[in-house]
C-alpha cells in the first residue's frame, strides 16, 4: 500500500470539497450579521428544509422566493445559492441528453438489477463512515436516477432532475459542516481530530454532529474525490454492465449516456477534471479512484484511529450482505436464491466481490448451474440475434430481478421515493411502461407478465430517441 494513496498533500482531491454550496451553509448555520436573531442550528436546518419543499420543479427554481416564515439570512443564502448552482454548464448538449433519456426507457426493468448488482457494489468498495441504511441507499441511488434521467428531467421546466440535483449538494455541504463542526476550510486549516460527543437525538443530523472524524485518515466528508467516484458508479459502471450482460449500447448512446451524466456531476459540484467523456478515460479514472478507496477503507478498518467516530469494524461486509440478502429473500428455490448474487460477481468481478466479503457466500452447485444456464443463454443469444435482434435471455434473466426491485424500491406505497409528486407519477408511469420489452418476442413478454409490479397511475413521458 502506497503511503500517498493515504497521507493527505496540498493537490488532495479528498481535501477538496465544494465551496460554493459550503459558503451557503455557513451563511445558513453561521452567526448571522443583520440583527436577525440567529437561531440555533437545529432550527436553521428545520427552517431550511421547509424552504426546500417549494424545490419541487427545474421551473420552480428560477422564480423561487422563500415564503415569509423563512428567516432572511437563509432565504437569502438559499436565493444566492440557487443563482450561482443551478446553471446547466456550456459544454451541455440537449441532443445528446435527449439520447440518454431514450436509452434509460429502452433499457426500463435493467436498470434497477444493474443499479443494485453493480452500481451500489461497486459504491460500497468506497463506503465511509456517513453511509445510510440499506433501504435509503437504494432509494436515493433510485431516485437520483429516475430524477436524472425520465424524459425532460434535466432540460424541461417540468422537470425534477436540476431541482434534485442540487438539494442533493446543498445536503452534502450540510452533513459536510455538521461533522466537523464548522466551515471544513477552517477545520482543514486545524488539522486536528474532531472528537466524538453524547448526541443530542438521533436524528441524522444530531447524529453526523456528534459522531466525531478523524481530517487525516479520511478527509473532508463528501470530499471531490469520493463524489467522482460515486459518480462514475452510475456513469461508467452501469454502462460496463449493461456490456459484460451483453447488452452493451453503441458508442453514440455510451457518449450521451456519460454526458448526460457528466452535467449531473457539473450540477453536484465536482471538479470538471473529474468528469470523464469517453469510457477509456472513465475506465482508467474509476481504478485509480477504487484503489484509492480500497486503500484508504484498509487503513481506516485496520487499526484504532485516533477518534472514536462509531465502530472501526469495516461495514462494507455487512452493508453487501444486507443488500445480497434483500434480493434473495423472495426467491423460494435454495439452488436459485445465490443468483442475484452470482450475477453481481459476473457484473462486478472477482476482486470486488473479495472486498465487500461476497465470495463463498454461493453454493457450488448454484455457481455450477448459474455458470451453465449463462453459458446457454450466450450461445442462444449470439446466433438468435441474426433472427430476432430483441432476443436475449439474459437479458430476460436481468430484468425479472428488475422487476423485484422495482415493486419494493421504486413504487412501493408504503416507503415512497423522497421526490415531488408529479415525479413520483412519473416513475409510476414509466415501471408501467418498462412491463413490455418492445424489442423482446411475444413469448419472452409474456413470461415477464408473470412477474409485473403493481398497476402505475398514469402513462409515462416519452423520450426522445437518438
Same mark, same amino acid.
Given at each position: 500500500?502506497?503511503?500517498?494513496?493515504?497521507?493527505?498533500?496540498?493537490?488532495?482531491?479528498?481535501?477538496?470539497?465544494?465551496?460554493?454550496?459550503?459558503?451557503?451553509?455557513?451563511?445558513?448555520?453561521?452567526?448571522?450579521?443583520?440583527?436577525?436573531?440567529?437561531?440555533?442550528?437545529?432550527?436553521?436546518?428545520?427552517?431550511?428544509?421547509? *424552504?426546500?419543499?417549494?424545490?419541487?420543479?427545474?421551473?420552480?427554481l428560477?422564480?423561487?422566493?422563500?415564503?415569509?416564515?423563512?428567516?432572511?439570512p437563509?432565504?437569502?443564502?438559499?436565493?444566492?445559492?440557487?443563482?450561482?448552482?443551478?446553471?446547466?454548464?456550456?459544454?451541455?448538449?440537449?441532443?445528446?441528453?435527449g439520447?440518454?433519456?431514450?436509452?434509460?426507457?429502452?433499457?426500463?426493468? =435493467?436498470?434497477?438489477?444493474?443499479?443494485?448488482?453493480?452500481?451500489?457494489?461497486?459504491?460500497d468498495?468506497?463506503?465511509?463512515?456517513?453511509?445510510?441504511?440499506?433501504?435509503?441507499r437504494?432509494?436515493?441511488?433510485a431516485?437520483?436516477?429516475?430524477?436524472? $434521467? =425520465?424524459?425532460?428531467?434535466?432540460?424541461?421546466?417540468?422537470?425534477?432532475?436540476?431541482?434534485?440535483?442540487?438539494?442533493?449538494?446543498?445536503a452534502?455541504a450540510?452533513?459536510? %459542516?455538521?461533522?466537523?463542526?464548522?466551515?471544513?476550510?477552517?477545520? $482543514?486549516?486545524h488539522?486536528?481530530?474532531?472528537?466524538?460527543?453524547?448526541?443530542?437525538?438521533?436524528?441524522r443530523?444530531? #447524529?453526523?454532529?456528534?459522531?466525531?472524524?478523524?481530517?487525516?485518515?479520511?478527509?473532508?466528508?463528501?470530499?471531490?474525490?469520493?463524489?467522482?467516484? *460515486?459518480?462514475?458508479?452510475?456513469?461508467?459502471?452501469?454502462?460496463?454492465?449493461?456490456?459484460?450482460?451483453g447488452?452493451?449500447l453503441?458508442?453514440?448512446?455510451?457518449?450521451?449516456?456519460?454526458?448526460?451524466?457528466?452535467?449531473?456531476?457539473?450540477?453536484?459540484?465536482?471538479?470538471? %477534471?473529474?468528469?470523464?467523456?469517453?469510457?477509456?478515460?472513465?475506465?482508467?479514472?474509476?481504478?485509480?479512484?477504487?484503489?484509492?478507496?480500497?486503500?484508504?477503507?484498509?487503513?481506516?478498518?485496520?487499526?484504532?484511529?485516533?477518534?472514536?467516530?462509531g465502530?472501526?469494524?469495516?461495514?462494507?461486509?455487512?452493508?453487501?450482505?444486507? =443488500?445480497?440478502?434483500?434480493l434473495?429473500?423472495?426467491?423460494?428455490?435454495?439452488?436459485?436464491?445465490?443468483?442475484?448474487?452470482?450475477l453481481?460477481?459476473?457484473?462486478?468481478?472477482? *476482486?470486488?466481490?473479495? #472486498?465487500?466479503?461476497?465470495?463463498?457466500?454461493?453454493?457450488? #452447485?448454484?455457481?455450477?448451474?448459474?455458470?451453465?444456464?449463462?453459458?446457454?443463454?450466450?450461445?442462444?443469444?449470439?446466433?438468435?440475434?441474426?433472427l430476432?435482434?430483441?432476443?436475449? $435471455?439474459?437479458?430476460?434473466?436481468?430484468?425479472i430481478?428488475?422487476?423485484?426491485?422495482?415493486?419494493r424500491?421504486?413504487?412501493?406505497?408504503?416507503?415512497?421515493?423522497?421526490?415531488?409528486?408529479?415525479?413520483?407519477?412519473?416513475?409510476?408511469?414509466?415501471?408501467?411502461?418498462?412491463?413490455?420489452?418492445?424489442?423482446?418476442?411475444?413469448?419472452?413478454?409474456?413470461?415477464?407478465?408473470?412477474?409485473?409490479?403493481?398497476?402505475?397511475?398514469?402513462?409515462?413521458?416519452?423520450?426522445a430517441?437518438?
Open positions: 500500500m502506497s503511503a500517498d494513496l493515504i497521507e493527505p498533500s496540498a493537490a488532495d482531491p479528498r481535501q477538496r470539497a465544494d465551496p460554493l454550496a459550503d459558503r451557503a451553509v455557513a451563511r445558513i448555520l453561521g452567526a448571522w450579521d443583520d440583527g436577525t436573531p440567529a437561531l440555533s442550528r437545529w432550527d436553521a436546518l428545520a427552517a431550511t428544509q421547509r *424552504a426546500l419543499g417549494g424545490w419541487d420543479s427545474n421551473g420552480a428560477a422564480a423561487w422566493q422563500a415564503d415569509a416564515a423563512t428567516p432572511a437563509i432565504a437569502q443564502a438559499l436565493h444566492d445559492y440557487l443563482r450561482q448552482a443551478g446553471q446547466l454548464p456550456q459544454w451541455f448538449e440537449p441532443g445528446k441528453i439520447c440518454a433519456e431514450a436509452v434509460f426507457a429502452r433499457i426500463g426493468m =435493467l436498470a434497477p438489477a444493474l443499479l443494485a448488482c453493480a452500481s451500489l457494489l461497486e459504491a468498495v468506497a463506503v465511509e463512515p456517513l453511509a445510510q441504511p440499506l433501504g435509503k437504494v432509494r436515493a441511488a431516485g437520483l436516477q429516475c430524477a436524472v $434521467l =425520465l424524459g425532460g428531467g434535466l432540460l424541461d421546466p417540468s422537470g425534477a432532475g436540476v431541482t434534485q440535483v442540487l438539494k442533493l449538494r446543498l452534502h450540510i452533513a459536510r %459542516h455538521l461533522v466537523v463542526r464548522g466551515d471544513p476550510a477552517e477545520a $482543514l486549516a488539522g486536528a481530530a474532531i472528537p466524538a460527543l453524547r448526541p443530542e437525538g438521533a436524528d443530523w444530531r #447524529t453526523l454532529f456528534a459522531r466525531g472524524w478523524d481530517l487525516r485518515a479520511n478527509g473532508l466528508p463528501r470530499n471531490q474525490e469520493e463524489l467522482a467516484y *460515486a459518480l462514475l458508479t452510475h456513469h461508467y459502471v452501469f454502462l460496463r454492465s449493461l456490456r459484460r450482460l447488452q452493451g453503441d458508442r453514440q448512446e455510451e457518449g450521451a449516456w456519460l454526458h448526460a451524466w457528466n452535467v449531473v456531476g457539473h450540477l453536484l459540484g465536482i471538479e470538471e %477534471h473529474l468528469l470523464p467523456a469517453t469510457m477509456k478515460e472513465a475506465e482508467a479514472l474509476f481504478a485509480r479512484l477504487q484503489q484509492n478507496a480500497a486503500a484508504l477503507a484498509g487503513a481506516r478498518y485496520a487499526a484504532p484511529g485516533v477518534v472514536r467516530y465502530t472501526l469494524a469495516d461495514p462494507r461486509p455487512a452493508l453487501a450482505a444486507e =443488500l445480497m440478502d434483500a434473495q429473500d423472495d426467491i423460494g428455490s435454495r439452488i436459485r436464491k445465490p443468483w442475484p448474487l452470482l453481481a460477481r459476473r457484473l462486478c468481478g472477482p *476482486a470486488t466481490m473479495q #472486498t465487500l466479503g461476497l465470495d463463498g457466500r454461493a453454493g457450488r #452447485t448454484s455457481r455450477i448451474l448459474f455458470a451453465l444456464a449463462m453459458g446457454a443463454a450466450r450461445a442462444i443469444d449470439t446466433p438468435a440475434r441474426l430476432a435482434p430483441g432476443l436475449s $435471455l439474459r437479458r430476460l434473466g436481468a430484468r430481478l428488475g422487476y423485484r426491485l422495482a415493486r424500491y421504486l413504487i412501493d406505497p408504503a416507503r415512497p421515493l423522497d421526490l415531488p409528486e408529479a415525479l413520483l407519477r412519473q416513475v409510476d408511469a414509466a415501471v408501467r411502461d418498462w412491463d413490455t420489452d418492445p424489442a423482446a418476442p411475444r413469448w419472452m413478454n409474456a413470461i415477464e407478465r408473470r412477474f409485473r409490479p403493481q398497476r402505475a397511475l398514469r402513462a409515462g413521458h416519452e423520450a430517441p437518438c
